[in-house]
């Protein structure tokens, strides 16, 4: 069945979200949500795209972005290849690191504008990481109240919306719905889990397991259910299919 046709933003700009293919993470250390930053701030420059908010997760992104010189595709092609290429030397992985396409909606008035920025700077509040938004550290929110880089172009929001009523409008309690992935209920955290991994095949990163000889590998996942992950967060945080995990026993 071919593809859906991706719908044009008449504006130029769109919400985009990219995930961890078999919702693994895609973030494992600072270095790596500094680095895919740094990405965004390289390709910005060539593709003189302007970014109004971005919310970097452990498992996807959001970004809410402006094209001007270049298309959507290509520009996410250019971002998602980049850090892909980096993750994999620095992991030693091969293969695919993102979820299939990205999705995308378009932004076509003010009003769902501002909605979409609260949705993507209340990420991490919603999933529980933060009492505040103010305290994530990856995410375009604190470039709006003080800190500002020259990553985040924050004139239009402000000609939409004041500072003041626009810290107000962040806060709100809502129940926004925008493109997201399933939420997931998991029995341990994603640090408690990975202190298992680590712990049962000594490896420092979850993914390097994906690299041993098979046997020895589901010998390390029969042992790591035993601690109570889910088969859905070894999937994610080993980047192993769910399908192999949920044949192993």
């Keep these: ?108 008035d003010d009003s769902y504008f501002l909605t979409v920025l609260r949705y993507i700077h209340q990420n991490p509040l919603k999933a529980g990481i933060v009492k505040e938004i103010e305290e994530y550290e990856f995410s375009s929110y604190n470039d709006y109240i003080g800190n500002r880089s020259e990553l985040i172009d924050i004139d239009f929001t402000y000609s939409v919306i004041k500072k003041d009523k626009f810290i107000d409008f962040n806060k709100e309690n809502n129940n926004d719905i925008c493109l997201d992935i399933h939420k997931q209920e998991f029995r341990l955290s994603d640090k408690e889990a990975k202190e298992i991994i680590k712990k049962i095949t000594g490896y420092e990163n979850a993914v390097e397991i994906q690299l041993i000889d098979q046997k020895q590998r589901n010998m390390y996942i029969k042992e790591i259910k035993k601690e109570g992950l889910s088969i859905r967060q070894i999937s994610r945080l080993t980047g192993i299919s769910k399908g192999i995990v949920e044949k192993i026993k």
């Design 1 to 108: 069945m071919p593809r859906k046709a991706r719908v044009k933003s008449e504006s130029g700009v769109y919400h985009i979200m990219l995930r961890g293919i078999n919702q693994q993470l895609i973030f494992e250390e600072k270095e790596d949500y500094l680095r895919f930053i740094e990405t965004l701030e390289k390709y910005k420059a060539i593709s003189e795209y302007k970014i109004f908010a971005y919310c970097l997760m452990p498992n996807h992104i959001h970004l809410l972005i402006k094209t001007e010189k270049e298309d959507l595709d290509l520009i996410i092609k250019r971002i998602a290849g980049s850090y892909v290429y980096w993750y994999n030397w620095t992991y030693h992985r091969i293969g695919h690191l993102f979820q299939d396409r990205y999705k995308s909606e378009p932004i076509e």
